[in-house]
């Protein structure tokens, strides 16, 4: 079992910015993909990011061009920088892995783990 701890969230103008962290309780340097999901007032759970071993990365069409995902396997840490902030981009954002680690948690029925999740308010 893994646990995820996110931290970095606040609030921001519009067109501010803000890095969140995730901190993993294992190693993430093997086959491993892991991702940011978001859940705005009475939205759905959605995907925003994902890394994997190869860094490899994909994002929402909505955050393409102002949220980069990345990760320290140094420290078991995750990151997501969010440039360019937008009201719209106001929710809760969550990291998360799937059962199997190598997979990469595209929709929340991938995820097995989540983190406890961090308020993102944009205005």
């Known amino acids: 079992q893994v646990q995820l701890v996110e931290s970095g969230g606040g609030s921001v103008q519009t067109g501010g910015s803000l890095r969140l962290s995730c901190a993993v309780s294992?190693?993430?340097?093997?086959?491993?993909?892991i991702g940011w999901f978001r859940q705005a007032p009475g939205k759905e759970r959605e995907g925003v990011a994902t890394i994997d071993s190869d860094v490899r990365t994909r994002y929402a069409d909505s955050v393409k061009g102002r949220f980069t995902i990345s990760k320290d396997n140094a420290n078991y840490t995750m990151y997501l920088q969010m440039n360019n902030l937008e009201p719209e981009d106001t929710a809760i954002y969550y990291c998360?892995?799937?059962?199997?680690?190598?997979?990469?948690?595209?929709?929340?029925?991938?995820?097995?783990?989540w983190g406890q999740g961090t308020q993102v308010t944009v205005s």
């Open positions: 998360a892995a799937g059962r199997l680690r190598w997979a990469c948690p595209r929709a929340p029925r991938d995820v097995a783990y």
């Open positions: 294992e190693d993430t340097s093997g086959p491993y993909c």
